[in-house]
């Protein structure tokens, strides 16, 4: 078993076609490095524990609920660093003992100015280049271990800020039409560590480049399907692949770049034949699906069997206006700021939006509180009523009336 620093880990293993094109070279001499604090284990990891100076998985036989084959999985998410200057790339130098059978990986991600994240990268074998400058970078390990003998000793991490990166900037989030299936699964964990509850609220996509820490909404989709809309939080990996951002431009998927944006690699594999009509795995793919929906999404918007929806990567868009927190459960988003509008939208929990503008529209009550003030959510094109934004002012400060 030897031991090994390398930058991201280069024996984490990749299906063909899987390397990212954003990657860049080595950051400069120069740039911001940090070690990385192993020891904090939170309530945003899974499986993992500190113990003898390394890090180690807990459970050699877990594994999360809709990418269950693997077994001995396990992440750590850590702490965010704060930089004092704002920073493009991120190099990651981890030091490890892996035997042959496991894998570990190394993904960055970083938070600009206005609160929004990029997705997660890999910072595998080079610095992983971030869609846009950011001041703020945090580091994710994941450990596939089911010997249970991997050693993650120590990891630093370097960044700096090189060429601005050609990027699409789009105004509108993505949005596609995919097969949904019901995930189940009651009583089993998430790949974020989530145990599901019956009648859950959550999705799940087929990469972690897009999945949100325990607990947080900072990757939602909105589904929308035979019923009314739901937004709900990205907290497991899976149907059938685990590396297909298939929501993202060919250019940048990190895997399957032959297909179009849009295009699950599970789709191609059922209707077309791609891939020999296996998924990354390969396992035969039984149907197309591109999410899982926890059955309280599931049952939400209108299916009553596996079916299509279209489906909104609210991430993906813009950053318009200023960011909130929400609170409540199952709250309604409407196309004017009243009751009596139309449904656009639900939040199924606690979400981070964008609100654009605020105006004065139907005085509600709601758990004693009284407000007549509605923000306008311009990813979802409708109002929320300010009672369900978590800050103390009726009146959002810094947001213009519309």
Same mark, same amino acid.
């Not at 904090?40 to 999360?64: C, E, K, T």
């Not at 660093?81 to 059978?101: F, I």
């Not at 939602?220 to 685990?242: F, I, K, L, M």
């Given at each position: 078993?030897?031991?090994?620093?390398?930058?991201?880990?280069?024996?984490?293993?990749?299906?063909?076609?899987?390397?990212?094109?954003? @990657?860049?070279?080595?950051?400069?001499?120069?740039?911001?490095?940090?070690?990385?604090?192993?020891?904090?284990?939170?309530?945003?990891?899974?499986?993992?524990?500190?113990?003898?100076?390394?890090?180690?998985?807990?459970?050699?036989?877990?594994?999360?609920?809709?990418?269950?084959?693997?077994?001995g999985?396990?992440?750590?998410?850590?702490?965010?660093?704060?930089?004092?200057?704002?920073?493009?790339?991120?190099?990651? $130098?981890?030091?490890?003992?892996?035997?042959?059978?496991?894998?570990?990986?190394?993904?960055?991600?970083?938070?600009? $100015?206005?609160?929004?994240?990029?997705?997660?990268?890999?910072?595998?074998?080079?610095?992983?280049?971030?869609?846009?400058?950011?001041?703020?970078?945090q580091?994710?390990?994941?450990?596939?271990?089911?010997?249970?003998?991997?050693?993650?000793?120590?990891?630093?991490?370097?960044?700096?800020?090189?060429? $601005?990166?050609?990027?699409?900037?789009?105004?509108?989030?993505?949005?596609?039409?995919?097969?949904?299936?019901?995930?189940?699964?009651?009583?089993?964990?998430?790949?974020?560590?989530?145990?599901?509850?019956?009648?859950?609220?959550?999705?799940?996509?087929?990469?972690?480049?897009?999945?949100?820490?325990?607990g947080?909404?900072?990757?939602?989709?909105?589904?929308?399907?035979?019923?009314r809309c739901?937004?709900?939080?990205?907290?497991?990996?899976?149907?059938?692949?685990?590396?297909?951002d298939?929501?993202?431009?060919?250019?940048?998927?990190?895997?399957?770049?032959?297909?179009?944006?849009? @295009?699950?690699?599970?789709?191609?594999?059922?209707?077309?034949?791609?891939?020999?009509?296996?998924?990354?795995?390969?396992?035969?793919?039984?149907?197309?699906?591109?999410?899982?929906?926890?059955?309280g999404?599931?049952?939400?918007?209108?299916?009553?069997?596996?079916?299509w929806?279209t489906?909104?990567?609210?991430?993906?868009?813009?950053?318009?206006?200023k960011?909130?927190?929400?609170?409540?459960?199952?709250?309604?988003i409407?196309?004017q700021?009243?009751?009596?509008?139309?449904?656009?939208?639900?939040?199924?929990?606690?979400?981070?939006?964008?609100?654009?503008?605020?105006?004065?529209?139907q005085?509600?009550?709601?758990?004693?509180?009284?407000?007549?003030?509605?923000?306008?959510?311009?990813?979802?094109?409708g109002?929320?009523?300010?009672?369900?934004?978590?800050?103390?002012?009726?009146?959002?400060?810094?947001?213009?009336?519309?």
């Amino acid at each position: 078993m030897a031991t090994l620093a390398c930058a991201g880990l280069a024996v984490n293993t990749s299906p063909a076609g899987a390397a990212d094109s954003q @990657k860049s070279t080595r950051v400069a001499s120069g740039g911001i490095t940090w070690p990385a604090n192993l020891t904090r284990i939170d309530a945003d990891d899974v499986n993992v524990r500190y113990a003898q100076g390394a890090l180690r998985i807990r459970q050699q036989d877990f594994h999360s609920a809709s990418a269950g084959t693997e077994q001995g999985y396990g992440t750590q998410v850590l702490a965010p660093k704060k930089l004092d200057r704002p920073v493009n790339r991120v190099q990651a $130098e981890l030091s490890a003992r892996v035997p042959s059978g496991a894998r570990v990986s190394v993904d960055v991600r970083g938070r600009a $100015e206005d609160g929004s994240w990029t997705e997660w990268r890999e910072a595998a074998g080079t610095a992983a280049a971030l869609p846009r400058t950011v001041t703020t970078v945090q580091a994710r390990i994941t450990i596939w271990d089911k010997d249970g003998t991997a050693r993650i000793q120590g990891l630093r991490l370097t960044a700096d800020r090189g060429p $601005e990166p050609r990027t699409e900037q789009r105004a509108a989030a993505f949005s596609a039409r995919v097969f949904a299936t019901r995930e189940g699964l009651v009583g089993g964990t998430t790949a974020n560590g989530h145990i599901i509850k019956p009648n859950d609220h959550f999705v799940a996509l087929p990469s972690r480049r897009g999945l949100s820490p325990n607990g947080s909404s900072q990757y939602s989709v909105q589904v929308c399907g035979p019923a009314r809309c739901e937004t709900a939080p990205v907290w497991d990996v899976g149907p059938w692949n685990t590396r297909d951002d298939y929501w993202n431009p060919s250019s940048t998927r990190e895997s399957f770049k032959d297909l179009p944006q849009g @295009k699950p690699e599970a789709q191609a594999a059922y209707e077309n034949g791609y891939n020999g009509g296996l998924d990354g795995s390969g396992r035969r793919v039984a149907n197309p699906a591109g999410i899982d929906l926890a059955d309280g999404t599931f049952a939400n918007v209108g299916l009553s069997d596996n079916g299509w929806v279209t489906v909104t990567y609210l991430w993906t868009g813009s950053q318009t206006g200023k960011t909130f927190p929400t609170w409540g459960t199952d709250v309604r988003i409407r196309q004017q700021a009243t009751t009596a509008s139309a449904e656009v939208g639900r939040l199924a929990g606690p979400t981070q939006v964008n609100v654009q503008c605020q105006v004065h529209g139907q005085r509600i009550t709601v758990d004693g509180i009284t407000n007549d003030a509605w923000s306008y959510l311009p990813s979802y094109g409708g109002y929320i009523s300010n009672i369900f934004i978590d800050v103390a002012d009726s009146w959002l400060p810094g947001v213009p009336q519309c």
